[in-house]
């Protein structure tokens, strides 16, 4: 029974899977031949099908590495790519199609390439086999192939006819043997032909006689010996393409009538090998010997392999194992882990806080747009005089301008959209704390993870977004009529607005220090602030194309037209927007502001609610903080709560269990370091377990042995 083989072929597709290693390749049987030797023919007839390519344009451009597996107890015949993963394709004329696309992809620039196919055909008609098909050998280059073609083929042949391979050397009967190529090929690499068989297609071309003395040669003597086939079934009219047993029957019926018809020269006691049926068997059984007797050094092979694989598992990954799916699991229990660490300290203070910053700043706006939009001395909530700040302020607070610009300004405070603005303040901060937890996580390095986690966020977010927005906005709805203040807001009001007034003042005052820096020093920018201060007055008329100014300056440098009193973005670039005069001067201007208010609100008579007119910044600040804390209530209820509840979830669903095998293993493999831990561990597997094969193997040989010895 012929069952090493079979079990070798096995092992070699789960070597396969190990890795290509040349050390680890386990032996074959190569086919060469000259162009039209009758190789393909020779080939089908040992399949029983015709599955090759076929044409005159170089149809083999790349080894076919063709492995048979005996299926004796199925009927049914399929062939399969491995690598293109098409399985069970039972019609052979599109394996023959595959073939022929598979060849010609192969530029007919570079002829021939050496990255085999990969084909394997099941059957219970063919033997168990590993072949190799090559390139046939030429002899005169076309015209349109490259000169170093013949040259590019006997490389390519010459790297497969090694040891431990079984050289199967075609050819045609026809040719005088003293040509051929495959034989010359075979001799350079096997001088004392002990592991090339020579096969003599075309027997029925020539005389029976000469045939014979082919067979018989003693120029090239192998061990294994020369059988000769008529590989070539007759053309049977009816048939349009032969079924497997027919052409395999065929074959067979006409070399025996061919062969039997000369006994003379080819029957039993003429000494000679013929017959695709004794070729076939010839090759399994010297495949099986050769298997044998490589078995001890492919087992060595295997043994040094996992030796180097089992020590780098040790130092590089300290024999830490690892699974794609634990990794998976591990990382994003860590990343649950740290959010549920942030959970615990963002809650109602820190989205407080938020809120507040971002109400400042919109109080700021106000207080730019409503109060210090005019030259400070038509300021006339507070007339500063140098000396006279004790007489702060000095507007009449009974004035119904300042009560109707302090209503004013609070209702725009409260009708500003708080519910959105709240929302979105609240939620963009989630989303980029979740992108900061993902940095620091494993799953900073997995584009796929990644990219799943921030949809998670997103999803949840975005659909509590309208509800929370409304629900907040209605919650505020009192404020819009009416804001009571009392003194403990107002207190705390005043105490914060001045650290925002001094906030921002040291703000204008960088964003000069960079200006002065941007033109070139202190006393140029005071040179061209100014010139802009003399064109506001009218002295000067700043004309200009833009590219030349008044007064030297260029007109970038000055600036054009006069600047709204906006509120200044702090660290904002907006000052490399070739306006730097006048965004100097509008700096300048606005200092002197804050400066004044800040001393307002710091004054005696900003210390209390009863003078709310003289101090529109801390009645804003206390308003702002009522709608603060009102909308963290239910922004706590209807967006985080919501949020720290689903998110966890949903990372179960977009990462746990509904990830595929395939799925699992790519996201893994996206990080190059887990990858290479998870491949040594997978090789280090695939290699124990064909070791394990190999070892039963050799068990099962020595048995055998034994008996046969017995016997
Ligand atoms: P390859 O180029 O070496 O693969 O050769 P093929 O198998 O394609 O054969 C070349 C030609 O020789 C084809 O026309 C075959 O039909 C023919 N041929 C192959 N084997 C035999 C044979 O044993 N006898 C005869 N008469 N012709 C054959």
């Known amino acids: 029974m012929m069952v090493l083989t079979k079990k070798m072929i096995e092992i070699r597709s789960i070597l396969q899977k190990v890795g290509q290693s040349s050390s680890l390749t386990l032996p074959s049987i190569v086919v060469i031949g000259s162009q039209s ?81 990969h084909l394997t055909v099941y059957s219970p008609n063919v033997p168990d086999l590993s072949l190799i098909d090559l390139p046939g050998y030429i002899q005169v280059v076309g015209q349109d192939q490259p000169l170093e073609l013949k040259q590019k083929i006997s490389e390519l042949c010459d790297k497969y006819i090694q040891p431990p391979n079984v050289i199967l050397a075609i050819s045609a009967a026809d040719v005088d043997l003293a040509n ?156 649950k882990h740290s959010f549920k660490q942030f959970a615990e300290e963002f809650g109602r203070p820190q989205m407080r806080e938020l809120l507040k910053n971002e109400l400042d700043q919109k109080v700021l706006d106000l207080m730019a747009a409503r109060y210090w939009n005019k030259p400070i001395a038509d300021l006339s909530v507070v007339q500063l005089e140098p000396d006279q700040i004790a007489d702060l302020p000095k507007a009449d607070p009974s004035s119904l301008y300042w009560h109707r610009q302090l209503d004013a300004s609070a209702s725009a405070l409260t009708k500003l959209g708080v519910g959105r603005l709240a929302t979105t303040v609240v939620s963009t901060s989630l989303q980029s704390h979740v992108d900061m937890l993902l940095n620091s996580s494993n799953f900073a390095t997995h584009p796929f993870a990644r990219k799943a986690i921030t949809e998670a966020a997103s999803t949840i977010l975005n659909e509590r977004f309208y509800s929370t927005s409304d629900q907040v906005e209605n919650c505020i709805k009192p404020f819009k009529f009416e804001i009571d203040v009392e003194e403990r807001e107002w207190a705390q009001g005043r105490q914060h607005v001045g650290d925002v007034l001094k906030k921002e003042l040291r703000d204008c005052e960088a964003a000069l220090v960079h200006l002065e820096s941007t033109v070139g020093g202190r006393r140029k920018l005071k040179e061209v602030m100014s010139f802009v ?74 210390a209390s609610i009863k003078n709310k007119y003289y101090c529109p910044e801390i009645f804003l600040d206390a308003a702002a903080s009522r709608l603060a804390s009102t909308a963290v209530l239910f922004l706590n209820v209807e967006l985080l709560s919501e949020f720290y509840y689903n998110f966890p979830r949903e990372l179960d669903l977009r990462l746990g269990r509904h990830l595929s095998q395939e799925e699992v293993e790519q996201f893994a493999k996206e990080d190059p370091k887990i990858r290479r831990h998870l491949e040594v561990i997978r090789r280090k597997e695939l290699l124990e377990l064909v070791l394990e094969k190999m070892e039963s193997l050799k068990q099962l040989e020595g048995r055998d042995r034994d008996r046969v010895v017995g016997e």
């Open 533 to 606: 201060d003399k064109s506001r007055k009218g002295d000067i008329v700043v004309e200009g194309d833009g590219r030349s100014g008044a007064g030297g300056f260029s007109a970038a440098l000055l600036g054009k037209g006069m600047h709204i009193f906006v509120r200044v973005p702090p660290r904002s670039h907006r000052y490399a927007n070739n306006e730097l005069g006048r965004e100097a001067v509008f700096l300048r201007d606005r200092a002197d502001i804050i400066k004044m208010r800040l001393m307002a609100v710091k004054s005696r008579q900003c």
């Open 180 to 335: 051929s190529t495959a034989l010359r090929a075979s001799r350079r690499v096997d001088p004392r032909g002990e592991r090339t068989i020579g096969v003599v297609t075309k027997m029925d071309l020539v005389d029976p006689t000469r045939g014979a003395a082919i067979l018989n040669d003693k120029q090239y003597p192998l061990r294994l010996g020369y059988v000769g086939v008529v590989s070539k079934a007759p053309q049977s009219p009816g048939l349009f393409k032969m079924g497997p047993t027919n052409l395999l029957s065929a074959i067979a019926k006409h070399e025996n009538s061919f062969f039997s018809s000369h006994a003379l020269e080819f029957g039993p006691d003429a000494g000679v090998n013929v017959g695709t049926t004794t070729l076939r068997r010839k090759l399994m059984h010297v495949l099986e010997q050769t298997m044998s007797s490589s078995l001890q050094s492919t087992s060595d092979a295997i043994k040094q392999e996992l030796e180097e694989a089992t020590y780098e598992f040790k130092v590089q990954y300290n024999d830490r194992p690892l699974s794609a799916e634990s990794y998976l699991a591990e990382s994003l229990d860590a990343f």
């Open 37 to 117: 030797s009758g190789k393909s023919s020779v080939l089908e007839a040992i399949v029983g099908h015709e599955f090759l390519p076929k044409g005159s344009n170089m149809v083999t451009r790349r080894p076919i590495e063709l492995t048979l597996v005996n299926t004796p107890e199925s009927k049914e015949e399929y062939g399969e790519f491995p690598d293109l993963g098409l399985r069970r394709i039972t019609d052979f004329s599109s394996i023959q199609r595959t073939l022929t696309e598979l060849n010609l992809a192969v530029s007919d620039a570079d002829c021939v390439s050496d990255d085999p196919i």
